[in-house]
């Protein structure tokens, strides 16, 4: 079955269709499934949904949202490399959030609770005294524990 196929499918909205088609084009070629566009996987979730394949709808979405998470996180990083690590640590903070618990949502917000530790606060006016972020970094932690 062509990949062509798979694309007619869900631009007809057919979920038995879609889901079928895929399924053997993972079968017939597997590497050709991980390159599918994001808006096709989130076609194929919803007609995993409308067929009443709801594990598969919910395994496959996640992997749909860390996709997305992966690349909005990277905008942190941007910040981050030129030498904004504050706005870069707020936005990280801020999608986090947003995102639901995975290991990798964990393994982020952790690092973004140790990030404040090398983070200087920003030095008032008449003052030439950095201070690390300490409290900051005392409530990403906390937060996280109260998450995870």
Avoid at 33 to 43: E, F, G, K, M, P
Avoid at 50 to 56: D, H, L, S, T, Y
Wanted: aromatic share 12%.
């Amino acid at each position: 079955m062509s990949p062509k196929f798979g694309r007619v499918s869900v631009l007809l909205k057919d979920a038995k269709l879609t889901v079928s088609s895929y399924e053997d084009l993972k079968d017939l070629n597997p590497r050709r499934v991980n390159r599918l566009s994001r808006s096709v996987l989130t076609q194929l979730v919803l007609s995993y949904d409308a067929i009443g394949e709801f594990q598969r709808s919910h395994n496959l979405g996640r992997k749909v949202l860390l996709s997305y998470f992966e690349q909005e996180a990277k905008l942190a990083d941007v910040y981050r490399n030129l030498g904004r690590s504050l706005p870069a640590q707020s936005y990280m903070r801020n999608l986090l959030v947003r995102y639901p618990e995975s290991s990798r949502i964990k393994e982020r917000w952790y690092r973004l609770a140790s990030r404040y530790l090398s983070i200087s606060k920003p030095v008032k006016k008449g003052s030439s005294i950095e201070m690390p972020m300490y409290a900051t970094a005392y409530n990403a932690f906390k937060d996280f524990c109260a998450l995870f």
